[in-house]
């Protein structure tokens, strides 16, 4: 496996980023082109529509060096958490989907989104939730995961995995290692878990487990403290945690993202660049920073100068970027060749059956 033996290149391989409008902006694209960035994540606030992100797939994939392919990544879960508009599947949270009982279902709406999102040119879907949802107080959780059972969230998920896969999509497990229990948004502030080891092993980690078994491609970590296991710092910057508990216990060889740096969880405790070293330190291989391009920098400048003075540090950065390049290069983003056949692709005999029988099955389950 070839990497960029320059450190700019090397630490942009680590840092996936975000853009406020709906086409993203030059020094975006820039940077892009110079190999500072993985790719882009896009939110609602870039799709106005689907051709937008068809459009801004396009562009992103032109501008990327061709020997390092972008991620291009979306959280369309189902639910409130679907970044797509109609007339892309418009699916019900994984609560309502998930309770039919049918994993063969799950497995099929998943393929189908899959197909959407690669046809507009996306290659990673930041799901499915494998959260057990197990706090009923959970003010970010909730009906995003598949059920209060470890067991069926883990079998759903397996089957999200795998419709989501067969597609061409990278899947990536959310949240790890478990925000089902907390009671507090990491998006507002820091949760703080404290369940026992041995419980999280029959219950938060079982999801997780299953999901490594099943293939997954990539895991996303959680900003939150585990007491049991490491009392002192965030998840995504807990080397007990990443190193200990998902590389070496469940022995998940995939890529690890971090959630967003620029949630409060993070933000407001450390500073980008800061984080940025951690996560990488600890065993993550790709921080997400959503929208600010100026943290984007500052964390990218961060990883440079210690790539420069640790040697070690750049041996860390390079099995990331080793691990991260062999995936993105396997799952390259292919838009449609042109906006009419991405948008046959949503519109399709396929989906539309797929999205009728959803709406029945879930409306006589109501």
């Known amino acids: ?24 902006t030059e020094s975006f694209l820039s940077r892009l082109g110079a190999g500072h960035l993985a790719g882009a994540i896009l ?18 994939t032109r501008v990327t060096p061709s020997d390092a392919p972008p991620w291009i990544a979306i959280d369309q879960e189902g ?73 069926t969230v883990a079998e759903l998920g397996c089957a999200a995995i795998q419709g989501l896969q067969s597609a061409g999509i990278s899947a990536c497990g959310k949240h790890f290692p478990g925000h089902g229990d907390t009671s507090v948004d990491s998006h507002l502030d820091l949760p703080r878990v404290d369940t026992s080891l041995d419980r999280m092993r029959r219950v938060e980690l079982v999801p997780f487990a299953a999901a490594v078994r099943c293939g997954v491609d990539a895991m996303m970590s959680a900003h939150i403290v585990c007491s049991a296991v490491d009392p002192q710092v965030p998840a995504t910057l807990s080397r007990r945690l990443m190193m200990g508990l998902i590389r070496g216990d469940l022995g998940f060889e995939g890529v690890v993202f971090t959630d967003d740096l620029e949630m409060k969880a993070i933000a407001g405790r450390y500073g980008f660049g800061d ?92």
């Open 79 to 151: 639910g409130r958490v679907r970044r797509l508009l109609a007339p892309a599947l418009q699916l019900p949270p994984m609560r309502k989907l998930g309770g039919l009982g049918d994993a063969s279902l799950v497995e099929r709406a998943m393929r189908t989104v899959g197909y959407q999102l690669a046809a507009l040119g996306f290659n990673l879907d930041f799901a499915p939730v494998l959260d057990v949802d197990t706090n009923p107080n959970n003010p970010v959780i909730g009906d995003r995961s598949f059920g209060r059972d470890a067991r």
């Open 43 to 60: 939110f609602r606030r870039n799709l106005p529509d689907l051709r937008a992100g068809y459009e801004a797939a396009r562009t992103i």
């Open 275 to 366: 984080a940025a070293v951690a996560a990488i330190e600890a065993g993550c291989d790709v921080v997400c920073i959503s929208k600010d391009e100026d943290a984007q920098q500052q964390a990218h400048a961060a990883l440079v100068r210690q790539c420069e003075r640790d040697a070690r540090f750049r041996a860390r950065c390079e099995q990331a970027a080793r691990r991260s390049l062999a995936l993105r290069r396997r799952r390259r983003p292919a838009p449609s060749a042109t906006w009419e056949a991405a948008l046959q692709t949503c519109v399709g005999d396929e989906a539309t059956a797929l999205a009728n029988e959803v709406s029945a099955r879930c409306a006589l389950d109501a």
């Open 1 to 24: 496996m070839v990497i960029p033996d320059d450190n700019a290149k090397l630490c942009g391989t680590l840092i996936l980023g975000g853009y406020v409008g709906e086409q993203p």
